[in-house]
């Protein structure tokens, strides 16, 4: 059982830059490939990013690629993501979830998730 606890969202001008973290309680954070998502109201729930257990391998979405940095630290049991040059179309409540196994892109995949974080992009 894991449990995860997002932070660091907020209000940021267009070109801004915020760092989310995901706060991983429970046994053996190590094993789990974690990733981000994001929702925005009245849409689905979309992939943002992933990152192996390890830390080795990181996938984008296309539309963050480039600007966003997915990282993790299995030392403090915490998963960041970096959002430099944000944009408008950024705005959504940024989710963190947690699996064991190999990284993917389906939410439907993941077995946990943190209760969200609102990040707001003003123009």
């Known amino acids: 059982q894991v449990q995860l606890v997002e932070s660091g969202g907020g209000l940021v001008q267009s070109g801004g830059s915020l760092r989310l973290s995901c706060a991983a309680s429970g046994r053996n954070f190590s094993n789990y490939a974690m990733a981000w998502f994001r929702q925005a109201p009245g849409q689905e729930r979309n992939f943002v990013a992933t990152?192996?257990?390890?830390?080795?391998?990181?996938y984008y979405a296309a539309s963050v690629k480039g600007r966003f940095t997915i990282s993790r630290d299995n030392t403090k049991n915490t998963a960041y993501l970096q959002m430099n040059s944000l944009k408008p179309e950024d705005t959504a409540v940024y989710y963190c979830?947690?699996?064991?196994?190999?990284?993917?892109?389906?939410?439907?995949?993941?077995?946990?998730w943190g209760q969200g974080t609102q990040v707001t992009v003003s123009s």
């Open positions: 990152i192996t257990w390890s830390g080795g391998s990181t």
């Open positions: 979830a947690a699996r064991l196994g190999s990284s993917v892109t389906s939410p439907a995949i993941y077995d946990y």
